[in-house]
């Protein structure tokens, strides 16, 4: 097979470094890794969420966007998708099933493209009928369009290869196996190590942070909940959010770099209560840090943790203040178990640097 170096494009995350979502820090821990191995990787991004320059020897370009709900990452990725063609690259990889509506676009004599499916964005209540339908057009010419199809999780990755008969990869999400962290940047929330439940996401509704917050509210514990993230177009829900939430309540707006790092690292435990996820790298990263994690019961959420999380019904308050209290009843001993068992399940499947490998195979592959 070919080893010789690639020029790589990335279309469809705000950039990187990834301050914001879960896309982003997938394009991040890929770009950078298979730039490490010796490819040229751009990622086109877009402002305010980056700056062009230089970022773990990755080219960050950033070009313009109608910033707007709608438009904000269709148009960035129509207008990342033009440069993308005169870009002369090897393999220009989509993210996301909106972005990967333009994925014919910049197609060239020897180019192929990838697009990777994150999540079935169509779900997502905030979008209207007519977004609906052209994310689903997206994600149709993801699967039938692209040289490629790649989704995160081995649930989506089998249902589009029913839907549209075509083979789709799976190449999940990630994390990179937690280290021992201080809790210096942390301690600035007025928390102590071990004193806080964590939970972490964009304030969306299919996050179910709003049934998280009623069932914290009436459970006895000196312990407080910090919820990492807040949401940029989604303004009614966030306020809603962060009218719901009490003194015990903490709303630090987005995290990221070491701090993000601290609070998985010395949380009492993680909880995800979404009803809506794609392979939720949040969930991966508490995993890693050796943390118990309580999970919503949605089939995306049990393929990372099933076996290993403590579960609730989702979108069921009442529920998840049982689980809360059943996990907040085991021993150390047991605390410590489940924490090892996610840990483990991280390094053998979701490990950054061999989905990069994986990345990696699959554009050499498409190429020969």
């Not at 999940?172 to 928390?191: M, R, V």
Request: hydrophobic share 40%; charged share 25%; glycine share 10%.
């Amino acid at each position: 097979m070919d080893n010789r170096s690639l020029k790589i494009a990335m279309i469809g995350s705000k950039g990187i470094p990834a301050l914001f979502g879960g896309i982003e820090k997938h394009v991040e821990e890929i770009s950078t890794r298979l730039a490490s191995r010796g490819h040229s990787v751009t990622v086109y991004g877009r402002a305010p969420f980056s700056s062009s320059g230089i970022h773990g020897g990755v080219t960050v370009k950033v070009l313009p966007s109608v910033s707007t709900k709608n438009l904000d990452t269709a148009s960035n990725s129509l207008i990342s998708s033009i440069a993308a063609f005169f870009g002369d690259y090897d393999i220009v990889h989509f993210h996301g099933i909106g972005p990967s509506i333009f994925c014919w676009i910049p197609v060239r004599p020897g180019s192929k493209t990838v697009c990777t499916v994150h999540a079935l964005d169509y779900r997502q209540s905030k979008w209207g009928e007519k977004a609906k339908k052209i994310l689903m057009l997206g994600e149709k010419r993801a699967v039938t369009k692209a040289d490629a199809a790649v989704a995160v999780s081995r649930l989506m990755a089998g249902e589009l290869s029913r839907k549209y008969g075509k083979d789709v990869r799976y190449i999940p999400n990630g994390a990179t196996l937690g280290q021992s962290y201080g809790f210096g940047e942390a301690a600035g929330l007025g928390i102590e190590p071990g004193g806080y439940i964590l939970s972490v996401g964009r304030f969306i509704v299919e996050r179910g942070f709003d049934t998280l917050i009623k069932a914290f509210d009436r459970l006895e514990s000196d312990l407080k909940l910090v919820i990492a993230g807040d949401a940029r177009f989604e303004e009614e829900c966030a306020a809603r959010i962060k009218a719901m939430a009490g003194d015990r309540v903490l709303l630090p707006g987005y995290v990221a770099g070491n701090k993000i790092e601290e609070l998985y690292a010395h949380c009492t435990f993680y909880v995800l209560p979404s009803l809506v996820e794609g392979l939720p790298i949040s969930l991966i990263e508490a995993m890693s840090h050796s943390r118990p994690v309580l999970i919503s019961d949605i089939p995306e959420n049990l393929e990372v943790a099933g076996g290993i999380a403590e579960s609730f019904r989702a979108g069921d308050s009442e529920d998840l203040l049982r689980a809360m209290k059943r996990i907040l009843s085991l021993s150390p001993e047991e605390l410590a178990g489940m924490g090892e068992a996610g840990r483990r399940k991280v390094e053998t499947e979701y490990d950054w640097d061999r989905i990069a490998v994986s990345l990696e195979d699959l554009y050499r592959e498409l190429l020969s």
